[in-house]
């Protein structure tokens, strides 16, 4: 029983997270938006509506091979194509 339990523990937590994720942030994953790279800011608009990005705001910036991710200090990030 022992042996399981922490295979069982990463089902569970994996099990949870995917649905609260699913739950709250569903309507945002494929979400098409414009973007427009401003002096101080990024604004995107999509249709939630319009948000201002000021730089100071960006943790990190990361490139993959088809993609750019802008991290912010709130642990949400903008997901970029590159194409």
């Not at 523990?9 to 309507?27: A, C, G, T, V």
């Not at 939630?48 to 709130?74: A, P």
Request: with cysteine.
């Amino acid at each position: 029983m022992m042996i399981a339990l922490p295979f069982y523990m990463k089902w569970k937590y994996k099990s949870h997270y995917k649905k609260f994720i699913d739950e709250n942030y569903s309507e945002r994953f494929g979400l098409k938006c414009k973007l427009r790279f401003e002096e101080n800011k990024i604004v995107e608009e999509s249709k939630l509506g319009e948000s201002k990005i000021n730089y100071e705001s960006l943790n990190e910036i990361n490139e993959i091979q088809n993609y750019y991710f802008l991290k912010m200090l709130t642990a949400q990030s903008l997901i970029i194509p590159k194409k």
